[in-house]
């Protein structure tokens, strides 16, 4: 027959209430308290003698599933107990005889802790003490005095621990980057989606990917898109990236160079600091440990009381006290002096060491000074003593006006003349009347060694005339030869009744050899040999032949010049 509602009754004097009590006994409260009043969860109170001590139905509404709520006194709906050592706990709860899942107690430890710790309720095996984000507990997670709730979890056989002390920081968080975050990767705040920041691998190369450094990954790995956690501030443990060959206890810890990385390097600029860390125990497997609190380093013009946000090419700091700032502007000469200009202040411009030394290592007066007085525009000289100057007349030598001629020679001024073109002329000569007809030198012409040079070029002009006897159809002929009449090679003729003119040019083939062409009137070449250009140069012959009336021919003008 099942049980029916439970009515309101009295147990002696005493009114009772049967959905709770108290009971004389948890077999009366379970006689008395029918199946249809009861509820998972439900307190009942049991009468110990001295008190009341509370019950629940904690698993079901069975007479078995009504357990004790704790190990005595009248308050709190939880299991509870104070338990005493240091990271060995032990502790004694009334009523409980096996760890279930999900079985909670509230913990209130006499002593805190100093590294991992166990938990042992009534000698049932001591079990692991875990953050309830699956790290195990650190030392400080614990303090003296301090109250947890510990969570039985079958599945990892440990306590999960409520409450621990606030020494770690830690965020639940979205993975931005394109890359798997693994434990100990360095990250900074990159955005936010929903209620979860998004972070992707920081890196010391630029502002963008340092500023916001914000924690290390404390899960195993976050794959992108994916959300985990990471560590703010605290001992991050279990890492891999501590190997004792790089790293020692008491290293410090910075933002690396590469996408996620550590250094023990310090950053210098271009790079930016910014300080993880410390290592607490460095180790070649997946023991290694660090203490992260980040301090991000701050660019100049970043602080409170600079501004330098916009700053100039080579731009100083100066401070103000007008308003207490430190501020980007020009360097100017009255900030090393207030009595030195600008102009003076350059001056400084080119000064290799300390000006003081410098001078100081001058002699102060000269050992023989030198004296004298000398005339506007003219040399200074010293006198045969050598210790006074004085000038040099114009009338001997020349006036600085006529020295300042040299400004803009480039080289030796001689070896340039003997590279201008040089002009050789033969004098004016004639023959008078009664001359024969046959060819006569009028003049010659002599052309120096050194004068031309092998693939120089050879400009001859000519110009003559019979200057009495003239007339039609009486003709006489100039010719110019190489070194004399009789046998030399003939460079050129020109036929006339008056006036004769021409011009020859030349080129040397080589030191003893030179061609000729006649360009007016035109002959062919002549190939005339010589000689030596270098060191005998040659001789040129101008003969005229004309007819016994001639009475006079006179040759003007017979120039030779280099024209290459």
Same mark, same amino acid.
């Given at each position: 027959?099942?049980?029916?509602?439970?009515?309101?009754?009295?147990?002696?004097?005493?009114?009772?209430?049967?959905?709770?009590?108290?009971?004389?006994?948890?077999?009366?409260?379970?006689?008395?308290?029918?199946?249809?009043?009861?509820?998972?969860?439900?307190?009942?109170?049991?009468?110990?003698?001295?008190?009341?001590?509370?019950?629940?139905?904690?698993?079901?509404?069975?007479?078995?599933?009504?357990?004790?709520?704790?190990?005595?006194?009248?308050?709190?709906?939880?299991?509870?107990?104070?338990?005493?050592?240091?990271?060995?706990?032990?502790?004694?709860?009334?009523?409980?005889?096996?760890?279930?899942?999900?079985?909670?107690?509230?913990?209130?430890?006499?002593?805190?802790?100093?590294?991992?710790?166990?938990?042992?309720?009534?000698?049932?095996?001591?079990?692991?003490?875990?953050?309830?984000?699956?790290?195990?507990?650190?030392?400080?997670?614990?303090?003296?005095?301090?109250?947890?709730?510990?969570?039985?979890?079958?599945?990892?056989?440990?306590?999960?621990?409520?409450?621990?002390?606030?020494?770690?920081?830690?965020?639940?968080?979205?993975?931005?980057?394109?890359?798997?975050?693994?434990?100990?990767?360095?990250?900074?705040?990159?955005?936010?989606?929903?209620?979860?920041?998004?972070?992707?691998?920081?890196?010391?190369?630029?502002?963008?990917?340092?500023?916001?450094?914000?924690?290390?990954?404390?899960?195993?790995?976050?794959?992108?898109?994916?959300?985990?956690?990471?560590?703010?501030?605290?001992?991050?443990?279990?890492?891999?990236?501590?190997?004792?060959?790089?790293?020692?206890?008491?290293?410090?810890?910075?933002?690396?160079?590469?996408?996620?990385?550590?250094?023990?390097?310090?950053?210098?600029?271009?790079?930016?600091?910014?300080?993880?860390?410390?290592?607490?125990?460095?180790?070649?497997?997946?023991?290694?440990?660090?203490?992260?609190?980040?301090?991000?380093?701050?660019?100049?013009?970043?602080?409170?009381?600079?501004?330098?946000?916009?700053?100039?090419?080579?731009?100083?700091?100066?401070?103000?006290?007008?308003?207490?700032?430190?501020?980007?502007?020009?360097?100017?000469?009255?900030?090393?002096?207030?009595?030195? #200009?600008? *102009? %003076? $202040?350059?001056?400084?411009?080119?000064? /290799?060491? +300390? =000006? &003081? @030394? !410098?001078?100081?290592?001058?002699?102060?007066?000269?050992?023989?000074?030198?004296?004298?007085?000398?005339?506007?525009?003219?040399?200074?000289?010293?006198?045969?003593?050598?210790?006074?100057?004085?000038?040099?007349?114009?009338?001997?030598?020349? #006036?600085? *006006? %006529? $020295?300042?001629?040299?400004?803009?020679? /480039?080289? +030796? =001024? &001689? @070896? !340039?003349?003997?590279?201008?073109?040089?002009?050789?002329?033969?004098?004016?000569?004639?023959?008078?009347?009664?001359?024969?007809?046959?060819?006569?030198?009028?003049?010659?012409?002599?052309?120096?060694?050194?004068?031309?040079?092998?693939?120089?070029?050879?400009?001859?002009?000519?110009?003559?005339?019979?200057? /009495?006897? +003239?007339?039609?159809?009486?003709?006489?002929?100039?010719?110019?030869?190489?070194?004399?009449?009789?046998?030399?090679?003939?460079?050129?003729?020109?036929?006339?009744?008056?006036?004769?003119?021409?011009?020859?040019?030349?080129?040397?083939?080589?030191?003893?050899?030179?061609?000729?062409?006649?360009?007016?009137?035109?002959?062919?070449?002549?190939?005339?040999?010589?000689?030596?250009?270098?060191?005998?140069?040659?001789?040129?012959?101008?003969?005229?032949?004309?007819?016994?009336?001639?009475?006079?021919?006179?040759?003007?003008?017979?120039?030779?010049?280099?024209?290459?």
């Amino acid at each position: 027959m099942s049980k029916q509602s439970t009515p309101v009754f009295v147990v002696g004097n005493e009114l009772v209430d049967a959905k709770y009590g108290p009971y004389l006994s948890t077999t009366q409260c379970t006689n008395l308290l029918l199946i249809g009043d009861r509820k998972i969860g439900q307190t009942v109170g049991i009468y110990n003698g001295t008190g009341i001590d509370e019950y629940w139905f904690r698993d079901g509404i069975e007479d078995g599933d009504l357990v004790a709520k704790s190990s005595g006194g009248t308050g709190g709906g939880i299991l509870h107990g104070t338990a005493s050592g240091t990271d060995t706990y032990t502790v004694s709860i009334t009523g409980v005889t096996a760890y279930n899942d999900g079985d909670a107690y509230l913990i209130r430890f006499t002593n805190g802790n100093t590294t991992g710790c166990t938990l042992n309720i009534n000698s049932l095996g001591a079990k692991t003490l875990y953050r309830n984000n699956d790290g195990v507990l650190i030392g400080g997670d614990i303090v003296a005095g301090g109250e947890m709730l510990c969570i039985y979890n079958s599945t990892t056989d440990s306590f999960q621990v409520i409450g621990t002390a606030p020494n770690t920081l830690l965020a639940y968080v979205t993975n931005a980057d394109s890359v798997t975050l693994t434990k100990g990767m360095v990250v900074y705040a990159f955005g936010g989606t929903g209620d979860r920041l998004t972070v992707k691998r920081a890196k010391n190369t630029g502002d963008s990917t340092s500023a916001q450094t914000i924690g290390l990954v404390l899960s195993d790995s976050i794959a992108s898109n994916q959300k985990g956690l990471i560590m703010m501030q605290g001992l991050l443990d279990n890492l891999s990236i501590l190997p004792t060959s790089t790293w020692a206890d008491g290293d410090p810890v910075y933002l690396g160079a590469t996408d996620g990385s550590i250094t023990k390097t310090k950053p210098h600029a271009p790079n930016h600091l910014v300080y993880l860390g410390f290592v607490t125990t460095a180790s070649n497997g997946n023991a290694g440990r660090m203490y992260v609190k980040v301090q991000n380093g701050y660019e100049l013009d970043e602080l409170h009381d600079v501004q330098a946000q916009s700053p100039n090419n080579k731009d100083g700091i100066f401070f103000d006290s007008a308003d207490s700032q430190w501020k980007a502007r020009a360097v100017s000469a009255t900030d090393i002096d207030a009595n030195v #200009s600008n *102009t %003076e $202040f350059g001056y400084l411009n080119g000064v /290799t060491s +300390a =000006i &003081q @030394t !410098q001078l100081d290592g001058k002699q102060a007066t000269l050992t023989n000074p030198v004296t004298g007085t000398g005339t506007n525009n003219e040399i200074a000289a010293f006198n045969s003593t050598g210790s006074t100057i004085t000038s040099l007349s114009t009338s001997t030598y020349p #006036s600085l *006006t %006529e $020295f300042s001629y040299v400004k803009g020679v /480039t080289s +030796a =001024i &001689q @070896t !340039q003349f003997g590279l201008t073109t040089v002009a050789y002329t033969a004098p004016v000569a004639s023959i008078t009347s009664g001359g024969s007809a046959a060819e006569t030198t009028i003049q010659t012409l002599t052309v120096p060694a050194g004068a031309f040079k092998s693939g120089d070029q050879i400009l001859l002009t000519l110009w003559g005339t019979r200057t /009495t006897g +003239a007339s039609s159809g009486v003709n006489s002929t100039l010719t110019t030869r190489i070194t004399n009449i009789s046998g030399a090679t003939v460079i050129a003729t020109v036929t006339g009744n008056r006036h004769h003119n021409y011009t020859i040019t030349g080129r040397c083939l080589s030191d003893t050899s030179i061609i000729w062409w006649q360009n007016s009137p035109t002959t062919a070449a002549a190939t005339t040999t010589v000689p030596s250009l270098a060191s005998s140069g040659f001789t040129l012959n101008f003969s005229v032949t004309r007819d016994l009336n001639t009475s006079e021919f006179t040759l003007y003008n017979a120039i030779c010049r280099k024209y290459n």
